[in-house]
């Protein structure tokens, strides 16, 4: 099939033709028709399937026609990311540009004035955050009672984002004649009452299955002990050809430690996560995309439908809380068509969390090994991801059996070339469903150290062959108590005013006229 079989005029063809794109992809075949043609789509695609075009191609053909009120935008897309915000905003200068229509960005972190004076122009396109959007409404900056399409994208990022009852807010204040296109890269139960909430009587529109990884991904993972995961990342870094890499962690605060460490270490690498200010999250993300930094160590905020061509490498610093992220973290690499690499680094704790991506990925990613690290066995036990932080390995057993059960190291360990492990083993058992098997809980637990027992502690830093320094340790001591006292900080919910309590909270309240002097004083001191 061809674009111009979709519908499209003549304007929107060309700007495609400039973009070098001759064939639709499958979802811009399938949804391209129905929102020309008016009707509500429900969309299940993954990031990098076309979707973008798959929406803003027919919306400028539609908004071509008619004029934006001050202050009343005509269409509306919510992206969970300002990366994505961004970079729906570019798709819009891409596709539109031989068509005359007014797009804002409303994103955080950047200033209010320059928005408000586009949105006082009249615009045709508004691309929000949530946040920003709802922040410039109660504003009173904008009316939504023209927005004649809506766009929701990314809609389980937005939950997991808590972005839902804004969402929710959002749509209730928005005219009940209008067109929803809907897109979700899976459909658990809660984004399904929500589409069946917003949608009226939508064509569905299912590309590929949700959370398949592109066959162009290579994918291998090692499992060593916590404090190794730096150096098994070195390792590659220096051995796989790596030309450029996302890196990704769990933890926003985990991100800044990495970075540091691998400039300390001499790599050329940057740091994105939501904490940044965003004019930084701007420039560093510009900065990789044209090659200026090789290394992008970033959160999840970074994993999903960043679109950055030519990425060679993915690499799990951290195995990802959910298995879905995986998918679209490695998703970062192997895009157009070309080929790529993704790598994961697990300790021994994350053996549920691997058990979870191999499910839902149906395969076992294939091991390998670090030349000169311990490669222990991933821990499937109940309660081992709560163990999380604590040296690595099995717990509750003792280093010395634990060693036993090791794979060899030195000559023997030499990291595996990714493609061997891939091809070895085809038919067999996964290995974890062996291992479970194997490793009876009881005889664990007779084994478990006396509390408070120190042996295990001196044993737990063993020297080993170009081995790790001093400092390794000490920062691999002050990462485990960093992390006990985060906790997954950025997954749990906070409740009422968590940590941040206001001060004038906090301060004693003021005592009554009739209060003594003294009380009186201290107040004023306080
Ligand atoms: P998306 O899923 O929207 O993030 O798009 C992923 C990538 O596919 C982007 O780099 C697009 O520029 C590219 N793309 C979109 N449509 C086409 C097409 N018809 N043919 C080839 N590439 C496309």
Redo the contacts with the bound molecule.
């Keep these: 099939m061809h674009?111009s079989e979709l519908g499209l005029g003549p304007e929107v063809l060309r700007a495609?033709e400039d973009?070098?794109?001759?064939?639709?992809?499958p979802?811009?075949e399938k949804a391209i028709p129905w929102v020309l043609q008016g009707r509500d789509v429900l969309g299940c695609?993954?990031?990098?399937?076309?979707?973008?075009?798959?929406f803003t191609l027919p919306m400028i053909e539609i908004l071509a026609q008619g004029r934006a009120k001050a202050r009343m935008p005509r269409s509306l897309i919510l992206e969970p990311t300002r990366e994505l915000a961004a970079?729906v905003a570019e798709?819009f200068e891409?596709y539109g540009k031989y068509n005359k229509l007014n797009m804002a960005l409303l994103i955080g972190g950047e200033s209010f004035g320059d928005q408000i004076k586009k949105l006082e122009r009249g615009v045709d396109v508004l691309i929000a955050t949530p946040g920003r959007m709802m922040d410039l409404f109660d504003r009173g900056n904008i009316l939504l009672t023209d927005i004649k399409i809506l766009v929701i994208d990314e809609a389980d990022r937005m939950l997991d984002m808590g972005f839902i009852p804004d969402i929710e807010r959002i749509v209730g204040l928005l005219p009940k004649i209008r067109q929803t296109l809907f897109f979700s890269a899976t459909m658990p139960p809660e984004i399904k009452r929500l589409a069946d909430q917003f949608l009226m009587n939508p064509r569905e529109v299912t590309v590929a299955p949700p959370a398949s990884p592109a066959a162009t991904v290579t994918q291998a993972l090692v499992v060593v002990d916590d404090m190794d995961k730096r150096k098994a990342l070195r390792h590659f870094l220096k051995t796989d050809d790596v030309k450029n890499a996302f890196i990704f962690c769990n933890r926003k605060k985990d991100v800044a430690i990495l970075h540091q460490s691998l400039v300390k270490h001499g790599f050329n690498a940057g740091a994105l996560h939501g904490d940044m200010v965003q004019s930084k999250r701007t420039e560093t993300l510009e900065a990789f995309k044209a090659g200026k930094l090789d290394l992008l160590v970033c959160s999840d905020v970074a994993a999903r439908?960043i679109?950055i061509?030519g990425v060679s490498h993915v690499f799990n610093f951290d195995t990802p809380h959910h298995s879905e992220d995986y998918v679209h973290r490695i998703g970062r690499t192997g895009?157009?068509g070309k080929s790529g690499r993704a790598f994961t680094i697990a300790t021994p704790e994350d053996g549920k969390l691997v058990l979870a991506i191999e499910k839902l990925i149906g395969k076992e990613i294939p091991r390998v090994l670090v030349d000169g690290l311990e490669s222990p066995e991933l821990d499937f036990s109940e309660g081992a991801g709560r163990r999380r932080g604590g040296r690595g390995g099995k717990k509750d057993e003792p280093r010395r059996d634990r060693d036993r059960s090791r794979r060899p190291r030195g000559e023997a360990a030499e990291a595996a070339p990714v493609e061997a492990v891939a091809a070895a083993e085809p038919d067999q058992e996964p290995r974890h469903r062996r291992r479970r098997d194997e490793r009876p809980a009881q005889e664990e637990r007779a084994e478990r150290p006396a509390r408070g027992e120190r042996r295990d502690r001196v044993e737990a830093y063993p020297r080993v062959e170009g081995g790790r320094d001093r400092s390794d340790y000490r920062d691999h001591r002050e990462d485990r108590r960093r992390r006990r006292e985060e906790q997954d900080e950025d997954r749990v919910p906070v409740i009422g005013f968590g940590d941040d309590v206001p001060a004038f909270i906090l301060r004693a309240a003021r005592p009554p006229k009739a209060a003594s002097a003294t009380e009186t004083g201290a107040d004023s001191e306080g």
Excluded at 19 to 25: D, S, V
Excluded at 46 to 54: D, L
Aim: hydrophobic share 25%.
């Design positions: 674009f495609v973009a070098g794109y001759t064939t639709p992809t979802i811009q695609a993954q990031t990098g399937t076309g979707k973008t075009a798959g970079q798709n891409t439908g679109d061509s895009r157009a």
